[in-house]
T-cell receptor, first 117, second 112 residues
Framework: EAQVTQNPRYLITVTGKKLTVTCSQN?????MSWYRQDPGLGLRQIYY???????DKGDVPEGYKVSRKEKRNFPLILESPSPNQTSLYFC????????????????FGPGTRLTVL | ELKVEQNPLFLSMQEGKNYTIYCNYS?????LYWYRQDPGKSLESLFV?????AVKQEGRLMASLDTKARLSTLHITAAVHDLSATYFC????????????FGKGTKLSVIP
């Protein structure tokens, strides 16, 4: 089954304790992305990656790190989480479209609800 | 900076009625996406609109794109309760960037 998986699905942590949220897709997609969703703000892109070892910032990259060492995986790293990073996080993936500066539609993971105390 | 504005942000409508959700964006783009999110769930793709004048329909939902006006519409025909969800449009920034910007979403409630 084609899917994007995220782990963990729920996480409660404390300020300053490093954490990683994993994201994996089995569709051989080049493009992967992380978003956070907050009430009243919609979805905001954190980082995206067009392929292995190619990443770029989205709208709200501060306080986050990513890496893309394998095509299927795109982990999100919070080196020193703070309460303002409490949010619902989504990973997504899609095919890049040749000849167009865009992608096919994105497939979203189930979400990770993070609480930072 | 790309801005994507949806309106209305909240929509309460009776079953059987028609309504339209609007998505305006501030930069040129040849592709626009619509997604649906049910409460407590992830996002699922509804439509990808590829070019000016594109129109796509799925059931009671029809989406269109006017790239000259930088406007997309999502029209709901004869609403039913199952359409209650939050609807998002999204656009790429262009200018060599693959940054994707979403609108804030329209929360639709269909009342029997």
């Amino acid at each position: 089954e084609a899917q994007v998986t995220q782990n963990p699905r729920y996480l409660i942590t404390v300020t300053g304790k490093k954490l990683t949220v994993t994201c994996s897709q089995n569709m051989n997609h080049e493009y992967m992305s992380w978003y956070r969703q907050d009430p009243g703000l919609g979805l905001r892109q954190i980082y995206y990656s067009m392929n292995v070892e190619v990443t770029d910032k989205g709208d709200v990259p501060e306080g986050y790190k990513v890496s893309r060492k394998e095509k299927r995986n795109f982990p999100l790293i919070l080196e020193s989480p703070s309460p303002n990073q409490t949010s619902l996080y989504f990973c997504a993936s899609s095919l890049l479209l040749r000849g167009s500066r865009s992608t096919d539609t994105q497939y979203f993971g189930p979400g990770t609800r993070l609480t930072v105390l | 900076e790309l801005k994507v504005e949806q309106n209305p942000l909240f929509l309460s409508m009776q079953e059987g009625k028609n309504y339209t959700i609007y998505c305006n964006y501030s930069t040129t783009s040849d592709r626009l996406y619509w997604y649906r999110q049910d409460p407590g769930k992830s996002l699922e793709s509804l439509f990808v609109l590829l070019s000016n004048g594109a129109v796509k329909q799925e059931g009671r939902l029809m989406a269109s794109l006017d790239t000259k006006a930088r406007l997309s519409t999502l029209h709901i025909t004869a609403a039913v309760h199952d359409l209650s969800a939050t609807y998002f449009c999204a656009v790429y920034s262009g200018a060599g960037s693959y940054q994707l910007t979403f609108g804030k979403g329209t929360k639709l409630s269909v009342i029997p």
